[in-house]
């Protein structure tokens, strides 16, 4: 190896050991323990195989409804977040004379405790006392309201409009970060031309602004697959497991001392993570190239 090339590896080294260190070496250690019976009620950890994994599939309709309550609140939220945030970047990062205030105004909730949130608006879709109720009936719509968190036909759906409206502002800010990169000649030359807005937002603003998509396209899957604080303090996963996603299981099971099993959940949540990003990464890099 030349002397060059091995000096950054000094460097590269220690992060190297503080990432095996806090993150490989216990990643590797809980997929072990995911293969064991370890519980709160015995001292002896044994080597069960794939039997945590086998009780999942057994209990196919519970675990499916979990998966596919997890995959429903992150490809929901998800989009509804990127869209809406989008939205909010194209509006505000024009020339008005209060955007400053309103960019505040959308980003202040990301900057509030999940908890604080779940709190406020338990009390917000409560079906007795509940503030929107309590509207609907006043202007006459009694039809309308709702037990919004104990019915399952609207409890994922609320939960998915809370968690939009908390982290649309999180996408707004990534995307003007994206807009004030593209420089102003692009649109006068286009608009020189005759573009139509339409036309200027679909050939010079929607691919100039994919590496902001593809940012918040990842970071909200990896969210929205992990979810738990805020689905844990507004229904608890009920009515039934109407709102029960991967990490209210994972959390029942650790309550109820199975800690085996629930490791196991936390690996298949890894799994689809890993799998979900590579694929929308790879999806991604194949439409850049392109429109390139």
């Known amino acids: 190896m ?22 490989f070496f216990p990643s590797l250690y ?15 950890v044994h080597f069960i195989g794939l039997d945590n994994y086998r009780q999942m599939i057994a209990d196919h309709a ?43 105004v959308f980003y202040l909730p990301v900057t509030l405790s999940p908890l604080i949130i779940g709190l406020i608006f338990s009390s917000v879709f409560d079906a007795n006392s509940g503030i929107l109720n309590g509207f609907l009936i006043r202007i006459g719509l009694d039809d309308w309201a709702m037990a919004w968190l104990a019915d399952v036909r609207f409890a994922m759906g609320t939960i998915i409009s809370v968690e939009t409206w908390k982290y649309a502002g999180f996408n707004m800010v990534i995307y003007l970060a994206g807009l004030q990169m593209i420089p102003k000649t692009y649109y006068e030359a286009a608009e020189i031309d005759g573009a139509s807005s ?15 998509i593809t940012i918040n396209l990842i970071l909200n899957l990896i969210h929205g697959f992990k979810i738990f604080d805020l689905v844990y303090v507004l229904t608890g996963g009920g009515p039934g497991s109407a709102t029960e996603v991967l990490n209210t299981a994972v959390f029942r099971e650790f309550s109820a001392g199975r800690f085996g099993s629930a490791t196991a959940i936390n690996v298949v949540i890894f799994l689809l993570i890993t799998v979900v990003t590579l694929a929308t990464l790879s999806i991604l890099s194949k439409r850049s190239e392109v429109e390139a």
């Open 2 to 23: 030349k002397t060059g090339n091995v000096y950054p590896m000094y460097f590269l080294s220690g992060v190297l050991l503080i990432y095996s260190g806090l993150f």
């Open 30 to 44: 809980g997929f072990y323990l995911s293969l064991t019976d370890w519980n709160q009620f015995s001292d002896a």
């Open 62 to 104: 519970l675990f499916s409804g979990i998966i596919v309550n997890t995959i429903m609140f992150a490809l929901f939220t998800t989009l509804l977040k990127n869209v809406i945030g989008l939205a909010l970047a194209l509006a505000l990062n024009e020339g008005l004379r209060s955007k400053a205030l309103l960019r505040t």
């Open 198 to 212: 339409w036309k200027r937002f679909v050939h010079i603003t929607f691919p100039l602004v994919m590496p902001a």
